[in-house]
């Protein structure tokens, strides 16, 4: 039964607690904050879409949201990165119950995680494991090359203070109970966008690297800001975009004839901050 959508000021702020963590990965920059407004959007869809695409999955819980809440019968994800599109195709097209295991079994101390991560993975399982440890013992989970490790870390836990094991055995049970509603593709973003633009019952949430924090948090953080929006011109359906709130957005947003709205979200070290929504209408908003 999908959830039902709570009116929102757009000032609200989310508290992150109150929403359920479906995804394996903190991710930087990652949209738990954004499920609710999520709801609001997909609840004001008639028709019903059939299918939600993330054409840049990262961690997935926009996707993964709308799918276990029922808003959606089926999501569709979409990495370019070799380390993300690892997890995703174990957990979708392969052993997940097998990384399940081996998270939990896992005997966590400093030299352990040092040994994997040094470590040349050989297959795509190791690969996993290996991009789920790093996502929990760098800082901010940033997977992007010069990334530290945590040191001090929540309660003086260190490198261990996000490492949760039987939380993520969890969030994996779930996705694997699923993940026959669930696609894997690893490509590029803007190129499954192009080839799917035309189907009407699909809703793309796009999520790209944003202009300014990309660089820092992401490998593949160079796209082409224009072609996307001109692409998603092209979307039969309906979609939501996030991003910086970065005048070239506007600007591409003002000129594509989008809509744009602020919104208030709080960011790793509580601070309050606003980000940008772009879409085709959002009077659910208003």
Known sequence: MATKPVPLRKSHVINIASVPHRSPFRYPGGKTWLVPRIRQW????????????????????????????????????????????????????????????????????????????????????????????????QRGGILAPGASLIKKGENGRGMASRWYPVTLRNRIEGILQTRRNISFV????????????????????????????????????????????????????????????AKEIRYLAAKSGFQTELVAMKNTHHEIMNELLVGRNLDWLK
């Open 42 to 137: 997909l609840g004001s869809l008639n028709p019903k879409p059939r299918e939600i695409a993330e054409p840049f999955a990262g961690g997935a819980i926009v996707g993964l949201s709308a799918l276990f809440e029922d808003f959606v019968q089926k999501a569709v994800l979409v990495e370019k990165d070799d380390d993300v599109a690892s997890v995703w195709n174990v957990l979708i097209n392969g052993e997940a119950r097998r990384l399940a295991d081996a998270i939990v079994d896992f005997d966590f101390s400093a030299d352990a995680v040092r040994s994997v991560l040094a470590s040349r993975p050989t297959t795509v399982f190791d690969r996993a494991f290996a991009t789920i440890l790093r996502n929990r013992v």
């Open 186 to 245: 690893q490509g590029d973003g803007i190129e499954f966008m192009r080839y799917n633009a035309h189907r009407p019952d699909t809703v793309f949430f796009i999520d790209p690297p944003y202009t300014l924090a990309g660089r820092r948090l992401y490998t593949h953080s160079q796209i082409d800001h224009e072609e996307l929006f001109r692409v998603a011109s092209g979307i039969r359906g309906d979609f939501l975009m996030t991003y910086d709130n």
